[in-house]
């Protein structure tokens, strides 16, 4: 599936890092979101095993206490390319943008998306501003930054989520809310616990779809996954305990499949919409796009560029299905990155 210019030879003695942010404390949400950040450093093992199996020696790069001490790092290894893990730093999402930023002054070639993507991406309502201006079917949505501001302009039921987080950090089952009272509850507890306006969009009772997109000059969309709900109540969601907590109902009970059984003409529909979000927002390298299907119409909720990459994840499961080796992806989007230049 991979073009033939991706499958030029990556030089062994190619210098690599891996720059991952180390967990840490947060300073809003729950103690339990911190599970979420741990995952990057089993993200980070599985890319180093990659390039192993490449011939590669990479290093790592942990981000954990100071921006200072990584920069006195990467410039005392000359490194030629950086693969780009950080989904955050110092225990803030909101500082994913700023890790690229900080390598583009230094002139590094780095997987992933821009600076640019990442803050757009990270910010739900800016996203979903992007999807509706370029005609991409999202549903209709507010962003309120109290109770107060509400003005019943959407029809429940609901979905309230934190406007800039990502890995299902601050969704449960009272994400789902179905009259003023509940929405009022779960707007309060988004701005006091996660000091961050709400996202509030209408609730689609539809398939769970998402897309791992892949390239650059001509993205393509890779074998596309559903998430099988074996229970029979709304709200059919992937909350925080469905994503990050294996002995829970939740997690036993929402089962990813890839490749989804689609019907041709909306496998069609599907791909042509999470390739027109990937190119909406910007992305470059690799992204997920997490859609609604109902009455097989595509509803883009998120995009999601630089997603995890670990062996378990979506986009791996769909590299699988795809027929792509882990490593060749890895090689990929280090080529990609070497293209492009600092």
Not at 190 to 196: F, G, L, M, S, V
Not at 213 to 228: R, T
């Amino acid at each position: 599936m991979l073009e033939q210019r991706e499958k030029a030879t990556l030089a062994t003695d190619t210098r690599v890092g891996i720059l991952y942010n180390l967990p840490g404390k947060r300073a809003k949400g729950e103690q339990i979101d911190y599970v979420a950040e741990v995952e990057v450093e089993e993200e980070a093992a599985a890319v180093r095993e990659a390039l192993e199996k490449l011939g590669l020696r990479p290093r790592f790069l942990p981000l954990k206490h100071s921006a200072e001490n990584l920069v006195k790092v990467i410039r005392s290894l000359r490194l030629d390319v950086i693969v780009n893990l950080c989904e955050g730093a110092f225990g803030e999402s909101h500082l994913e943008m700023h890790v690229p930023s900080l390598l583009e002054l230094l002139m590094i070639p780095y997987t992933g998306s821009s600076p640019l993507t990442l803050g757009l991406c990270q910010n739900k309502g800016l996203t979903k501003d992007i999807l509706k201006a370029n005609g991409i079917p999202t549903p209709k949505y507010a962003v309120l930054s109290s109770p107060k501001e509400w003005k019943c302009e959407l029809e429940f039921p609901l979905f309230v989520k934190p406007l800039k987080e990502d890995a299902s950090v601050g969704i449960s089952k009272k994400s789902y809310v179905t009259r003023e009272s509940e929405l009022e509850a779960q707007v309060e507890y988004i701005t006091q616990q996660y000091r961050q306006p709400a996202l509030v969009e209408e609730y689609v009772a539809g398939r769970e779809i998402n897309v791992a997109v892949m390239g650059n000059v001509k993205p393509k969309a890779l074998p596309i996954s559903e998430i099988l709900f074996e229970f029979q109540d709304e709200p059919k969601i992937v909350d925080y305990p469905a994503k990050w907590f294996k002995e829970t109902d939740e997690y036993r009970k929402t089962k990813p499949v890839c490749p989804a059984h689609l019907k041709p003409s909306v496998k069609s529909k599907v791909e042509k919409r999470s390739l027109e979000a990937y190119e909406a927002l910007g992305c470059r390298d690799y992204a997920r796009i997490d859609m609604r299907l109902k009455a097989d119409i595509p509803y883009v909720l998120e995009v999601n560029p630089n997603p995890d990459i670990s062996p378990d994840a979506g986009f791996a499961r769909a590299l699988k299905a795809a027929g792509i080796p882990y490593e060749e992806f890895v090689r990929t989007i280090i080529l990609y990155a070497l293209e492009r230049g600092a």
